[in-house]
């Protein structure tokens, strides 16, 4: 079972307390919530919280604790709220239930539609047994239902179990583009997929124009004598293209792997291929609470949330929105259909020491801080794991979003996603002693960390960090650190690339943009250190004087003012000038192909050190023997210091 990391941390409470209070899940509502007469649920609890004048500490004694409702707290500023575990323990917040009852499955009809191979295998439960009425849907974020096995998420029946089918024509009437037709019509060449006629609620996922952008859609209808698929309404925004990829999903007939599962909802009944090793007494749950959160914060200052888990719900785990000076310490979050925590229009808001895993969405989504003033929201994530994430949506999903003025995210661990870890949509963020690993295992077009198409973004700082095995991409590739689309002015210092970057792209990957600064950073075995997608000067100008760019440089900010330009000097210059200038300056590379693809000599280069493949014995050397201070002086770059990244009690060199 999920366990939260544990770090020490000091409380924000004061020592002149006014209350404290204690739930238990063997206490009772009626009691007093002392430490020997404890509350018994957390709604009552938190309740209880909310009235209360003066400072709170309510602790929480060991066990599981299923929430029907919302907990919200509001309002509640002047005073210091502790919400924590008691010392040592571990209480579990929980939206999921245990399924009971598992037995082979009799029924001929539904053995009737399973592949041979999969009839003795399959068994099937009475989600109604185990307390769940609401069974939830498949393939949208509202309200979505999954199962897990051990804590492990299981697959819902699909086909191909693994990878990709390729679609035969799109069959639109109505063209979008030169590629693309607006109607979800297409053919396909399976013949298996002809036998998904019969399913009362099939869907497909895949990517349908472009590998960036992916979408679930429900079958509306599959004629085997054209051989072509029918999708319903809405269709994907960017329309459908020959030879796209997909695979089908929640088909009871192609339940037939260990792990997949599939839910008839008119019967109530769950039908699971149960994995080797599985015995009745493992702890097989299912998502079940379907509230928008599980903990809401609003309104409220000097708050702090100390070592709890969430876990187990269809939507997401918290949200803080509008609050001030509130932390989250040492608390885990797993197994939810949407995201770990959002916060919204908040300052000085802490996460340390924290563990977000196995999520359908996102980890952290935040909003905050102001870009035209420059005043900082006040982010701080440190010593946080985020693993597992963007398991349902499968493109724009990071383990770390953020819009705004005011980040700092340092001595985490990101690892487990098909496509980026970190989107920055803003200003002033500084990410250092961070491990970004494993990335980009499906989509396209990506890096571990994505800045996209705004040229007012700036003062975003990432450092001693290391990024490893980013290797995706479809077409275009993936990266370590991508800036996008005249994403200019940002500095990537003395960080680590080990077996980063796949196709059209290097470990950094910067599409148009300038003034970015490249320096100091070690790339070993690498596609290429730096890739380039330079841009034109007609197509820079247009984009500047566009209405919508215009609009972010000069109305959503103003880049021209000296706030703006004192702050960052390169805005002093007339943005028409040096397109596609970057400084890349001081870099070893080991080991790579190339150190640089598609430099056209625009970009101004200084003291970068490439070691090729076959040229030196030194290859064979790991990459440590690189990061020593003594080999890295001898190549012109300052010490890197790499044993300090990842979290505390974590490192990401063994």
């Known amino acids: 079972m999920f366990c939260a990391i544990s770090i020490l941390a000091g409380s924000i409470v004061s020592a002149q307390e006014s209350h404290v209070f204690h739930v238990s ?70 939206g999921d239930r245990r399924l009971k009852g598992f037995s082979p499955l009799k029924d001929r009809a539904v053995l009737s539609q399973l592949q041979p191979q999969a009839r003795t295998k399959v068994l099937v439960a009475d989600l109604r047994a185990s307390g769940i009425k609401d069974f939830g849907n498949p393939c949208s974020r509202e309200n979505l239902f999954d199962l897990y096995w051990k804590g492990q998420r299981a697959t819902l029946a699909r086909y191909p179990d693994a990878g990709f089918l390729k679609s035969g024509k799109a069959l639109g009437q ?23 006629a019969m399913e009362k609620d099939g869907w497909i996922y895949g990517y349908f124009r472009w590998d960036w952008s992916d979408q679930y859609e429900k079958i509306a209808g599959i ?27 929640n088909l009871l007939c192609e339940l037939d792997s260990p792990g997949e599962y599939y839910v008839d909802r008119q019967k109530g009944k769950l039908y699971w291929y149960a994995p080797e090793g599985y015995s009745k007494e493992d702890e097989v749950t299912a998502s079940c609470f379907n509230g928008d959160f599980m903990l809401s914060m609003t309104d409220c200052s000097d ?72 005043e900082k929201a006040g982010y701080s994530i440190t010593n946080t794991v985020i693993k597992d ?4 949506k499968h493109t724009y999903e990071p383990a770390v979003f953020f819009s705004g003025c005011g980040l ?64 995706g991409g479809s077409l275009h590739g993936a990266a370590g650190v991508r800036f996008d689309d005249m994403i200019s ?70 880049i021209s003012s000296p706030l703006y330009t004192e702050r960052y000097p390169d805005l002093r210059r007339d943005p028409r000038d040096g397109v596609n200038r970057n400084i890349v300056k001081n870099n070893l590379a080991i080991g790579c192909p190339v150190l640089f693809f598609r430099e056209n000599g625009r970009n101004k280069l200084q003291n970068n050190s490439a070691l090729f493949l076959g040229e030196s014995a030194e290859l064979k050397k790991p990459l440590e023997y690189y990061l020593d201070p003594e080999v890295l002086e001898s190549f012109g770059l300052e010490p890197i210091p790499y044993k300090e990244i990842g979290p505390e009690g974590m490192k990401a060199f063994l």
């Not at 994430?389 to 349902?392: A, D, E, N, P, Q």
């Open 223 to 249: 004629e085997p004598d054209t051989k072509s698929v029918t999708l319903q309404e809405p269709w994907h925004y960017y329309g459908y293209k020959d030879g796209f990829r997909f695979y089908g999903i």
């Open 408 to 471: 700092t995210i340092a001595h985490c661990d990101f690892s487990g996603s098909s496509s980026s870890a970190m989107r920055i949509d803003g200003s002033e963020a500084l990410i250092e002693y961070n491990h970004f690993h494993d990335l980009v295992k499906e989509s396209d077009d990506q890096g571990g960390l994505d800045m996209y198409f705004n040229y007012g973004y700036r003062g975003v700082v990432v450092r001693y960090n290391l990024w490893e095995n980013i290797l």
């Open 303 to 374: 708050v702090e949330i100390k070592g709890l888990t969430f876990i187990g719900g269809r939507g997401n785990a918290v949200k803080l929105e509008k609050v001030e000076r509130v932390s989250l310490l040492d608390v885990g979050i797993c197994r939810f259909g949407g995201d770990a925590l959002q916060i919204v229009s908040s300052k000085d808001v802490s996460v340390d020491g924290c563990r977000f895993e196995t999520l359908g969405h996102s980890g952290i989504k935040s909003f905050g801080g102001d870009r035209k003033t420059l």
């Open 389 to 392: 994430f963007s398991l349902f």
């Open 489 to 558: 002015g940002q500095l990537v210092y003395g960080n680590i690339f080990n077996n980063v970057g796949a196709l059209n792209f290097g470990a950094v990957q910067i599409h148009g943009g300038k003034d970015n600064v490249v320096d100091n950073n070690v790339f070993y075995k690498c596609n290429s250190a730096v890739s380039f997608s330079q841009w034109s000067e007609e197509r820079w100008n247009s984009y500047l004087d566009s209405e919508g760019v215009h609009k972010q440089l000069y109305e959503d900010v103003d």
């Open 174 to 196: 109505t063209r979008v583009d030169d590629v693309t037709l607006k109607e979800g019509l297409f053919s396909y060449e399976e013949d298996r997929i002809s036998s998904w």
């Open 25 to 94: 899940p063997k206490g009772n509502d009626n009691s007093p919530g002392t430490a020997l007469r404890p509350w018994k649920t957390l709604e009552h609890a938190i309740k209880r919280v909310q009235d209360s004048h003066g400072d709170v500490r309510l602790i929480i004694e060991d066990g599981d604790y299923f929430l029907t409702a919302t907990l919200e707290l509001k309002d509640i500023v002047g005073r210091k709220v502790s919400i924590e575990a008691a010392p040592g323990q571990k209480p579990q917040v929980r």
